[in-house]
């Protein structure tokens, strides 16, 4: 990371419907503090900083925890009153304005403590408190660089809030979190592997002993996917995932320990990232061809994709790696100079396997077309003879009268079709 730009400039670039709400939080006496991932991407000079911004609330005189609710009500109120249908009330007393050009999150500090013996992302029981200092208020956050705050007062002027020295580890590239109650959050784990892929940080030594401290026990497969996605990098998450579980000996639950050997998915020759779920199936199916269909069946369930569409590219791709490409063009120019006829392809085990991608090919027709630049090498001058053979292959109608002639029964009419499609007719 550069230079990191004047702390001066944030309050000038905030789009004025951000300001409208600061005003309105101003008017009844309450400090606005922006924190979290928008001073976050500020400091790291990111252009859409702004996007989502979380706003912490306080009373700006000492005051009772029962006199914050009457003013917090009264927020509540006027906010709803200026932006109607964009307003909406979350729990925590947190109040969210939502537009299309970015989102806004008021919300009271609070404290949240953790039950004994829970693993999850929501064990945790939250009190809301008047008064807070800065430290305690932001302890709850993960990371130091998500616990750097900048107050927007209402004479327009800012004030850097830092009370764990976000600022400093992000210029160091450092995940560093912000207290020992890091590893009772299991989704926390998942976010410093985003975080460490995404924007190529890294994390001390001493977070060892907090990572020791991990039970994943509980953990889903939807944040396991969210946070999977959010990195942009879904092959080199699930091999960190899997490595840190294993060398910490954090347990799992049963359904994604059984797919642990996601981490042996090779990174795309070409370098791309996989970027996307379906791209991560793709890839797995192509780089992987040997897993059995039950395994299939659980990575299915565990990144959401259908198992028909696992199982017909697992195939596709087992169906290229057998296919000989110079005896297939030897019999496509038979075919084509109609030199074999109908009843010698059928003992050709090579027709056989060009009609079997034939039909696993067409069921998965859109895959191929959008993903094909993540097809190994080892495979992709096969996949491009196939491409080719189908494209030049003319689509026919073969008439009953004709099948009855020369094919007895139905499934040699479909190879009837296919011959005729190859020889052109």
């Known amino acids: 990371m550069g230079k990191s730009p004047n702390i001066s400039s944030f309050k000038e670039n905030l789009p004025q419907r951000v300001n409208d709400i600061l005003s309105i939080a101003h008017s009844l006496e309450i400090r606005t503090i922006i924190v979290g991932g928008a001073t976050r991407d500020f400091f790291m000079g990111k252009s859409d900083w702004y996007r989502d911004i979380d706003v912490e609330i306080r009373p700006k005189a000492v005051i009772s925890d029962q006199q914050w609710e009457k003013i917090l009500s009264k927020l509540e109120q006027k906010i709803s009153i200026r932006f109607g249908a964009e307003f909406e009330k979350l729990e925590f007393e947190i109040i969210r304005v939502k537009h299309s050009q970015n989102e806004v999150e008021l919300s009271p500090a609070r404290v949240e403590k953790f039950r004994e013996g829970e693993f999850g992302h929501k064990n945790f029981d939250a009190e809301i408190r008047a008064e807070l200092s800065d430290q305690m208020a932001f302890k709850r956050r993960d990371f130091t660089f998500n616990a750097i705050g900048i107050e927007i007062k209402e004479d327009g002027s800012t004030l850097l809030i830092d009370p764990f020295g976000g600022l400093g580890d992000l210029q160091k590239r450092t995940i560093r979190p912000c207290s020992d109650d890091f590893s009772k959050d299991p989704v926390r784990f998942l976010r410093m592997?985003?975080?460490a892929i995404k924007e190529n940080l890294n994390y001390p030594?001493?977070?060892?002993?907090?990572l020791k401290r991990f039970n994943l026990k509980n953990l889903s497969t939807y944040y396991l996917l969210e946070e999977a996605t959010k990195s942009k990098d879904l092959v080199n998450f699930f091999y960190i995932f899997y490595k840190l579980t294993y060398d910490f000996e954090i347990p799992l639950p049963a359904q994604i320990m059984e797919v642990s050997f996601l981490r042996n998915i090779p990174r795309a020759?070409?370098?791309k990232k996989i970027d996307t779920i379906d791209s991560f199936g793709f890839h797995m199916a192509s780089s992987l061809s040997h897993i059995s269909s039950t395994h299939l069946q659980v990575v299915a369930k565990v990144i959401g994709v259908k198992v028909k569409v696992l199982l017909n590219l697992r195939s596709y791709f087992q169906h290229l790696a057998d296919l000989d490409i110079d005896q297939?063009?030897?019999?496509?120019?038979?075919?084509?100079?109609?030199?074999?006829?109908?009843?010698?392809?059928?003992?050709?085990?090579?027709?056989?396997?060009?009609?079997?991608?034939?039909?696993?090919?067409?069921?998965?027709?859109?895959?191929?077309?959008?993903?094909?630049?993540?097809?190994p090498d080892a495979l992709l001058q096969t996949h491009k003879f196939w491409m080719e053979t189908m494209?030049?292959?003319?689509?026919?109608?073969v008439s009953l009268e004709e099948a009855t002639l020369e094919a007895s029964d139905q499934v040699n009419r479909k190879y009837l079709k296919f011959y005729c499609q190859l020889r052109g007719e």
């Open 269 to 271: 020759t070409n370098e």
């Open 391 to 397: 494209a030049s292959a003319k689509d026919v109608e």
């Open 328 to 375: 297939s063009k030897l019999l496509l120019e038979k075919i084509r100079q109609k030199k074999i006829e109908f009843d010698e392809i059928l003992k050709e085990d090579t027709f056989h396997q060009l009609h079997q991608l034939k039909g696993v090919s067409k069921s998965i027709s859109s895959y191929l077309e959008k993903y094909s630049s993540l097809i």
């Open 193 to 195: 592997i985003r975080f």
């Open 205 to 210: 030594d001493e977070c060892d002993q907090l």
